[in-house]
């Protein structure tokens, strides 16, 4: 299996331990994402000092040490420090995602790469924090039944995923560019499944 599918098999893995955890296990995993992140970023920023690219990226760097700050702020206990650290969370990601953006529209070429490397983190990060907002009603919602459904079928598609990656991990070289589309379909399907709670 390549790296690509390894990756994937991890994320997955991943997810799927995320969803069973209990209380203070999910803070405990979520605080663990957010170290996670921010050594992502102080790589990025890192790469970003180095390279040749200079001052340009100096908005960039601004956009993610502000977001390096958030996820440095305490411990998310409660459903409302959480719901907080969330939105701050994810208007920082934004911030730093369309600063990459812009980067990239000024024609520099090697920000692409950083751009979707930041991207696949940001969006793997969103997801998580789903999860945790899931955890978090699960415990007030009246709909408890209903989130416990969606927690099952959540499962069901990780396992589903997991075998597709088992499947064609064994496949040739010359078809990971359909198997990487499909499995960013099952994961966008994934995705949405969990947002339609919070909707």
């Given at each position: 299996?390549?790296?690509?599918?390894?990756?994937?098999?991890?994320?997955?893995?991943?997810?799927?331990?995320?969803?069973?955890?209990?209380?203070?296990?999910?803070?405990?995993?979520?605080?663990?994402?957010?170290?996670?992140?921010?050594?992502?970023?102080?790589?990025?920023?890192?790469?970003?000092?180095?390279?040749?690219?200079?001052?340009?990226?100096?908005?960039?760097?601004?956009?993610?040490?502000?977001?390096?700050?958030?996820?440095?702020?305490?411990?998310?206990?409660?459903?409302?420090?959480?719901?907080?650290?969330?939105?701050?969370?994810?208007?920082?990601?934004?911030?730093?995602?369309?600063?990459?953006?812009?980067?990239?529209?000024?024609?520099?070429?090697?920000t692409?790469?950083?751009?979707?490397a930041?991207?696949?983190?940001?969006?793997?990060?969103?997801?998580?924090?789903?999860?945790?907002?899931?955890?978090?009603?699960?415990?007030?919602?009246?709909?408890?039944?209903?989130?416990?459904?969606?927690?099952?079928?959540?499962?069901?598609?990780?396992?589903?995923?997991?075998?597709?990656?088992?499947?064609?991990?064994?496949e040739?070289?010359?078809?990971?560019?359909?198997?990487?589309?499909?499995?960013?379909?099952?994961?966008?399907?994934?995705?949405?499944?969990l947002?339609?709670?919070?909707?």
């Amino acid at each position: 299996m390549n790296k690509f599918m390894e990756d994937w098999s991890k994320e997955l893995d991943d997810l799927d331990i995320t969803i069973s955890l209990g209380e203070e296990e999910y803070v405990e995993a979520f605080e663990k994402q957010k170290a996670k992140l921010s050594h992502f970023i102080e790589d990025m920023t890192s790469s970003l000092e180095n390279s040749e690219l200079g001052e340009k990226t100096q908005p960039l760097r601004t956009k993610l040490d502000e977001l390096k700050v958030q996820l440095a702020l305490g411990r998310a206990e409660t459903q409302d420090a959480f719901e907080t650290q969330r939105k701050n969370l994810e208007t920082k990601l934004h911030e730093a995602n369309s600063a990459y953006e812009k980067l990239q529209e000024r024609g520099e070429q090697k920000t692409g790469e950083w751009a979707r490397a930041f991207k696949d983190r940001a969006e793997g990060f969103k997801t998580r924090l789903d999860l945790l907002r899931l955890h978090f009603s699960l415990g007030v919602a009246d709909a408890h039944d209903e989130l416990e459904s969606l927690r099952s079928e959540l499962k069901d598609k990780i396992s589903g995923m997991k075998k597709k990656i088992e499947v064609k991990g064994e496949e040739a070289e010359d078809k990971w560019d359909e198997i990487s589309e499909e499995l960013g379909e099952a994961y966008e399907h994934f995705k949405g499944a969990l947002k339609r709670v919070f909707s």
